[in-house]
Nanobody, 119 residues
Framework: QVQLVESGGGLVQPGGSLRLSCATSGSIDDFNLMGWHRQAPGKQRELVATITTSSITMYTDSAKGRFTISRDNAKNTIYLQMNSLIPEDTAVYYC?????????????WGQGTQVTVSS
């Protein structure tokens, strides 16, 4: 069983920055896709950004231009650099790892880290 552990969340003022980390117990190269999702209170979980094994990235509109997803294969860790944070970014941020096998796709989730943007 692979474990994903997020860290780096906290309270930040509007306009500030945070860097989230997601460390895996296995090799991130084993997964076709790694990504960050978030869930705000009373809302459904939504995708924020993804990165492939080839470091091809994708961002949703809410993240474009402000967030950067990256990976460090040697540390089996992915990151989410978040700049110019706004109150609407307040949410629990989750790391997700997706792989493929003989039985199809499979995924693992981390436990989440809280990000609060408030003055």
């Amino acid at each position: 069983q692979v474990q994903l552990v997020e860290s780096g969340g906290g309270l930040v003022q509007p306009g500030g920055s945070l860097r989230l980390s997601c460390a895996t117990s296995g090799s991130i190269d084993d997964f076709n896709l790694m990504g960050w999702h978030r869930q705000a209170p009373g809302k459904q979980r939504e995708l924020v950004a993804t990165i492939t094994t080839s470091s091809i990235t994708m961002y949703t509109d809410s993240a474009k231009g402000r967030f950067t997803i990256s990976r460090d294969n040697a540390k089996n860790t992915i990151y989410l650099q978040m700049n110019s944070l706004i109150p609407e970014d307040t949410a629990v941020y989750y790391c997700k790892a997706t792989g493929s096998g003989s039985n199809g796709l499979y995924s693992y989730w981390g436990q989440g880290t809280q990000v609060t943007v408030s003055s």
